[in-house]
């Protein structure tokens, strides 16, 4: 029914450019304004606050605040078959349907009922996936054939060496240079290793930076806003959230986990990231060297990270 405009079905949560829209009643402009344009037009972008619109016959465009605009539902309705509709909804004797509830909402009610509907819609795609990941595991499990079990060999005990500078008890840190990379925005619909969950260009361009330095006892780590500290292998499902929002990880948290996978004592840290993740790196290794720092934007960092891959340019 509301499919009329090409290109455009119109609806709950439906806003996008070439929609028609117009002022809620409450925030029609005064009279010194109406002089200028009418109440309704085109939608040309819609923004995080405002929309951008093309008024009936103006010949300039317009940002008004998403609370202040609607959808015109009936520049979207086919008005032959309404009327059909509504004459045989008389003839019958009933009373005319109301109009739906979305036809009053606000274009900043219809983004947030379109957020709501993409973050079940991922929720119940997820619940889908983790179920079958489970039961193939399972089944494996009940299938793989036994491992040969071999006793251990009777030997002396020799005494471990202590490494100079280390506390007896705490674990020798591991060998080698440690390089921090950062999650990304992008990810696959399905858990998946971190070295493989991320399918973003500027995660993609840190990853192969990274692999170029590694070298042999190397340790590369995603620095995964949720989950921290994260080796390439280990599996995480997808989530949504950024570095600095409420629920990311914190600096404790870091360090603790550092300390578990016996890096926070590394002399050398390299951090491919951008200033939000450096920064959180840092808490747990202030002096790292972060060979993105001062680049202006996301085209010069990924310049930087070319010329590190190519080895035009030194992590230090």
Do not use: N
Request: hydrophobic residues 45%.
């Amino acid at each position: 029914m509301w499919d009329k405009v090409p290109g455009i079905a119109a609806g709950p949560g439906v806003v996008k450019p070439g929609m028609h829209v117009e002022y809620l009643p409450e925030h029609r402009p005064g009279p010194r304004r109406r002089k200028r344009h009418c109440y309704g037009g085109v939608i040309i972008s819609v923004g995080p606050k405002c929309v951008k619109w093309r008024p009936y016959a103006w010949h300039e465009d317009v940002r008004t605040p998403l609370e202040h605009m609607r959808t015109d539902a009936g520049m979207h309705l086919d008005m032959r078959a309404h009327t059909r509709a509504m004459i045989a909804v008389l003839d019958a004797g009933r009373p005319l349907p109301k109009s739906p509830e979305w036809c009053v909402w606000s274009l900043a009610r219809h983004l947030e009922h379109a957020a709501a509907e993409a973050a079940a819609a991922r929720a119940a795609r997820l619940a889908r996936l983790v179920p079958t990941a489970l039961d193939v595991t399972a089944r494996h499990a009940l299938t793989a054939r036994p491992t040969t079990v071999q006793l251990p060999r009777l030997t002396v005990p020799v005494p471990a060496r202590r490494t100079p500078g280390v506390p007896v008890g705490i674990p020798a840190p591991r060998a080698g240079r440690v390089i921090v990379i950062p999650c990304g925005a992008a990810k696959l619909d399905r858990p998946a290793p971190a070295g493989e969950l991320y399918t973003g260009s500027f995660h993609k361009a840190c990853r192969k930076a990274a692999d170029a330095l590694a070298r042999p006892g190397d340790t590369v780590l995603v620095l995964s806003a949720l989950h921290g500290l994260v080796p390439l292998d280990r599996v995480l499902a997808p989530y949504e959230l950024r570095m600095g929002q409420p629920g990311s990880v914190t600096g404790d948290q870091l360090r603790a986990q550092a300390r578990a996978l016996r890096v926070d004592r590394a002399t050398e840290v390299v951090i491919l990231a951008g200033s939000a993740y450096t920064a959180a790196a840092r808490q747990v290794w202030p002096t790292a060297t972060a060979p993105l720092e001062g680049a202006a934007g996301m085209g010069y960092q990924l310049q930087r990270l070319k010329a590190l891959r190519e080895g035009h340019a030194l992590a230090a």
